[in-house]
Every structure is written in structure tokens, then in C-alpha cells.
């Protein structure tokens, strides 16, 4: 164990060196309509995904040769700043504490310019099958996740300005659109129409109630419990969730489901409502029984492995990490899949490829938010919660 330690805190302090060589800018996933070709595209909504889908998908990076350029990330500070908290939680090093508040000051000053609460969106616009959203269109699951961020700021440097901020965000949660039906609310995905989706539903809802706890606000109580309900009863028997409720979303994948399931805890521990444990319980079964290799190796979907995806070993090694105190053999696993992710898709300079396809096909192209600011947190959130037992 000792071995894995070591490996654990080089390839931690690997990836953190890249990020900050780069000085906090890469590509994303789905930055292609970034590029320079845009125009071309002619404001169709069929070209702009095709461009946007023809960038993702290729294992070769096409984003230097049609002029997509590494940008800042909302979402790669968000977590990059989560991280340096753990990390000066763990080694009790200032430096770490100065990074996470400059991270956390750059968030203050890129938030959404659309709203006047804080909220925050990609730094790129955005098209698929449902529609365009443009790079200030504001998106509760960014929100909801770089708020935690500031929760976690307030409470780890009891700085009560980041509380503020926090509720600033709630305040931008309570006010976006929401699904109303005879079992429970459904948090819209988007400020400005409504989407239902679970895991942005139960993330905002993780939100509202982790606040509500050093708030006392009833109302944000409330709300939580009514996104809460939406979701958990629409849990399938199994113990899964689709990515929505539509036909079309009725897929079942790794990360959205590790989302699910922090989102849940998240809101059981800070308010003590055990109406949901069962939903707890046989999702978080279904997510260590139906997502991962034997060799620890992380499936994208219940039923299929490929494409092995950076995203899913990031969000499956914080998931396990942190469920650990419900199931001891949960840490292990966490343990087992941060060992083949670094084995498999950290490289030498540091960085974590994007996605891993059949015939040992990588796409190694270096991402900031979707691989390096996720994996870091993630890796950091590991090593916290192990240090006494490695």
C-alpha cells in the first residue's frame, strides 16, 4: 500500500504541476464551435453539432488545425480550487490555500454576466439534438458543483464571504425554471428553459440543502426535498437512473450516476432526512456491481465499457472515496480504479488523456475541466480519505 500511496501522491502532484504550466487553459470536449470554421455553418443548427461532433469525437486533435485555441475553464477552476482544499487539508501547506483562494477569486470575476446572482456556464457555446445555448447561458450543474466548491472554501477557512456567494448561487437555483408534477419538482438543466435532467435535478437540490444547513432557510429545505423526490421516485427497480426521463435520455452511464449518488449523501448528511436511504443504498449497489472492470478498469455505460472515458474514472474514484463510510470495501475500489487510471491514461508530462477506444486507439488530447481538474480533485479526495489507512 505504501507503493500506491507514492504513486497516487506522483501522479497527483504531475497533473497539478501541468495545469499550472498551462496556466489554467486547455481544450474541453465540446469547445469545437470554438473554432474557426464556425462560420461556415451558416447558423444551421445540423452543421453546428456536426462541427461540434466532428471535433469531439476524433481521436486526433483537430482543434490547432481549425482553430479552436485552449481557453480558461469555469468549471476546470471550480474544481481545481476544490482540490487545493483538500490539499491544504491534507498537508496543512498555505501555498495551497493562497491557490484555492486565487482560483476562487478568478470564479467571482468570470461569473455569468446574464444574471446578476452568481451562476456559471461553459466558456463556449453549445449545440445538440435539444437545441443552442451560448458560452453566458448558465447551467445549474456548473453552478451547483463550484458552489460546493465555495462551501467547502467557508468551511474549511471560515471566510463568511463565501457563504454569501453560496447563497447567491441557491438564489440563482431557486429562480430557474422547474418541472412541476404530482411526484415532486425537477430543477431545470438551464437558467432560461426547462430541461429535466436527474443528475443536474439532485446537484442543485445537493446545493439548496447543504446550504440550508448553515442557513436555516426552510424554503431552500423544501425545494431540495421536492427535487429530491422527483428523482429517487423515478429510480428504476435496479437501483439505476436514466439520464433523464425522456426517450431519448434513456441511458444509463457511469459519471451522471456518480453525480446521482454524491447529490443524494450530499443531501441526507446535511439535513438528516433518511426518506431517501433505501434509494442511497440500492443505487450506490448498483454503481459498484454495473460500472467497473475487474482490473478496476471504469465502464462508460451499465452495459458496455467503451469509450473508457476520463470522466468516469474521475467521478467513480471520488463517488467510492466518498461512500467509504458506508462500505469499507468501497475504498479499495477507489484505490483499484485510480491504479488502472494512472497506469493507463496518465502521461509522462503529467496530463490524463480524454478517452480511451477498442484496439488501444487513445484520444491523449489534454482537456482541462474533463480530465486534469477532475482527476486532480478526485485523486487529492482519495489520497484524504486513505491517509490513515495507507
Not at 319 to 326: G, I, N, P, R, V
Request: net charge neutral.
Amino acid at each position: 500500500m505504501a507503493e500506491m500511496k507514492e504513486k497516487l501522491e506522483k501522479s497527483i502532484q504531475g497533473v497539478e504541476k501541468w495545469v499550472q504550466d498551462h496556466d489554467y487553459k486547455s481544450y474541453e470536449p465540446f469547445d469545437g464551435l470554438s473554432s474557426s470554421l464556425r462560420p461556415l455553418t451558416f447558423g444551421n443548427l445540423f452543421l453546428d453539432r456536426l462541427l461540434l461532433q466532428l471535433i469531439r469525437q476524433s481521436p486526433i486533435n483537430l482543434r490547432p488545425l481549425l482553430g479552436v485555441i485552449p481557453l480558461e475553464s469555469t468549471k476546470g477552476r471550480g474544481y481545481m480550487a476544490w482540490g487545493y482544499l483538500d490539499m491544504y487539508g491534507l498537508t496543512g501547506d498555505s501555498e495551497y490555500k493562497k491557490k484555492a483562494i486565487d482560483c476562487l477569486e478568478w470564479l467571482i470575476d468570470n461569473k455569468s454576466p446574464k444574471y446578476d446572482n452568481f451562476s456559471w456556464a461553459n466558456h463556449f457555446d453549445f449545440a445538440s439534438r435539444g437545441g443552442r445555448y451560448s458560452k453566458h447561458d448558465s447551467i445549474i450543474v456548473w453552478t451547483a458543483l463550484i458552489g460546493q466548491a465555495f462551501l467547502d472554501a467557508y468551511e474549511r477557512l471560515e471566510d463568511e464571504k463565501y457563504l454569501k456567494i453560496a447563497i447567491s448561487v441557491c438564489d440563482w437555483i431557486m429562480d430557474v425554471p422547474r418541472e412541476q408534477t404530482d411526484s415532486g419538482v425537477c430543477l431545470s438543466y438551464l437558467g432560461f428553459i426547462q430541461s429535466s435532467i436527474h443528475n443536474s435535478n439532485m446537484l442543485g437540490a445537493a446545493m439548496l440543502a447543504r446550504t440550508a444547513k448553515f442557513t436555516g432557510d426552510e424554503t431552500l429545505l423544501k425545494v431540495a426535498k421536492d427535487a429530491m423526490t422527483y428523482s429517487c421516485s423515478r429510480q428504476r427497480k435496479d437501483g439505476s437512473w436514466y439520464y433523464g426521463e425522456q426517450s431519448n435520455n434513456h441511458w444509463i452511464d457511469n459519471f451522471h450516476t456518480g453525480y446521482n449518488l454524491n447529490s443524494l449523501k450530499c443531501y441526507i448528511d446535511n439535513t438528516g432526512d433518511k426518506d431517501f436511504a433505501d434509494n442511497l443504498y440500492r443505487g450506490f449497489r448498483f454503481f459498484k456491481e454495473n460500472f467497473f472492470e475487474e482490473n478496476g478498469r471504469p465502464k462508460y455505460y451499465h452495459n458496455r465499457a467503451y469509450p473508457i472515458d476520463s470522466q468516469c474514472a474521475s467521478q467513480a474514484i471520488e463517488t467510492l472515496a466518498d461512500f467509504s463510510q458506508y462500505d469499507e470495501s468501497s475504498l479499495r475500489l477507489a484505490m483499484k480504479v485510480a491504479n488502472w487510471t494512472i497506469d493507463n491514461m496518465q502521461d509522462k508530462d503529467g496530463h490524463f488523456y480524454y478517452r480511451q477506444y477498442p484496439f488501444g486507439i487513445k484520444a491523449k488530447t489534454p482537456m482541462l475541466h474533463w480530465a486534469q481538474a477532475t482527476m486532480y480533485k478526485a485523486l487529492v479526495h482519495l489520497a484524504l480519505k486513505t491517509r490513515n489507512s495507507i
